[in-house]
């Protein structure tokens, strides 16, 4: 993938651009050097990572949320620690290698997993939950049927940033905080700001990979620290990937219709090498 036009790479952070998924090719093009605890978390590296398990850091690798980082996370000898627990219950493709008994010790990474199965655990236990682990579950998109049901234990500052929630941010404006907000990714949420910019946290709003066109427009607000980690920075130049399918494709014809057996052939039948 390549970095989008407008950005001047040298203005970008290559710590931070250490946990960009889409970052892998341009670390690599401009030999950026490599920051493996970091790299370890970040799901567009794991491919790269397991050329070399030996740079594979674990605390971080228990952090990543590609599936392909599983078979390595169940290898582990220590995945029974209590705190590598707490990072598989966070997960939506490591839940089911947590203990059910580490649940109740866990109910704020719970609150964070997306996955069908860590909602159904979330709405067995609901009664359990405090305020704080309700804070974390008004943020959580996949739990947005229990959200509505209850209205009155929701906290609307980490509500702002929840995509699947604003229909309910529309129809109460004025209970959005705009730090949260402004990582809102539905599109609604992208409008709503560009009606708003004197409302919007720029920091957090250089990360929305939604915003990027909003980001465009006011190079002079947005956080080049922040717009780091932005996956929407990179694109692929489909241009490019197909002249090079083509030219991949054209030399294998040719390697195969210019074969010397073939050339022979033609030349026996009353061809010449002018012919060629």
Same mark, same amino acid.
């Given at each position: 993938?390549?970095?989008?036009?407008?950005?001047?790479?040298?203005?970008?952070?290559?710590?931070?651009?250490?946990?960009?998924?889409?970052?892998?090719?341009?670390?690599?093009?401009?030999? /950026?050097?490599?920051?493996?605890?970091?790299?370890?978390? #970040? $799901?567009? !590296? &794991?491919? +790269?990572?397991?050329?070399?398990?030996?740079? /594979?850091?674990?605390?971080?690798?228990?952090?990543?949320? #590609? $599936?392909? !980082? &599983?078979? +390595?996370?169940?290898?582990?000898?220590?995945?029974?620690?209590?705190?590598?627990?707490?990072?598989?219950?966070?997960?939506?493709?490591?839940?089911?290698?947590?203990?059910?008994?580490?649940?109740?010790?866990?109910?704020?990474?719970?609150?964070?997993?997306?996955?069908?199965?860590?909602i159904q655990m979330i709405e067995d236990c609901l009664d359990k939950f405090t305020r704080h682990q309700w804070t974390i579950l008004s943020a959580n998109p996949s739990a947005i049927h229990i959200i509505e049901k209850n209205m009155h234990r929701i906290d609307w500052i980490t509500l702002s940033g929840n995509p699947s929630a604003i229909h309910l941010l529309m129809q109460n404006p004025s209970r959005i905080y705009w730090f949260y907000f402004s990582k809102n990714t539905h599109p609604i949420a992208i409008e709503y700001m560009k009606q708003n910019l004197n409302k919007v946290n720029w920091h957090n709003l250089s990360a929305n990979p939604s915003a990027i066109e909003l980001l465009k427009d006011h190079k002079d607000k947005l956080s080049w620290y922040w717009l780091s980690v932005n996956p929407a920075i990179f694109e692929y130049n489909y241009a490019n990937m197909a002249k090079e399918r083509t030219e991949l494709i054209q030399d294998e014809l040719i390697s195969v219709a210019l074969h010397p057996s073939r050339v022979c052939k033609w030349m026996n039948q009353g061809f010449t090498f002018s012919d060629f």
């Open positions: 993938m390549e970095l989008l036009s407008w950005i001047p790479s040298n203005k970008l952070s290559c710590y931070m651009l250490q946990l960009n998924p889409n970052s892998i090719d341009h670390i690599e093009k401009f030999h /950026i050097q490599k920051v493996w605890t970091l790299l370890s978390s #970040n $799901p567009g !590296a &794991v491919r +790269f990572l397991y050329q070399d398990p030996s740079l /594979i850091r674990n605390g971080a690798w228990y952090m990543n949320p #590609n $599936p392909a !980082a &599983v078979p +390595f996370i169940e290898k582990c000898t220590n995945i029974h620690d209590n705190w590598i627990q707490e990072k598989l219950i966070e997960k939506p493709n490591t839940i089911h290698l947590a203990n059910p008994m580490r649940l109740e010790y866990h109910y704020y990474s719970l609150c964070r997993n997306t996955s069908p199965l860590a």
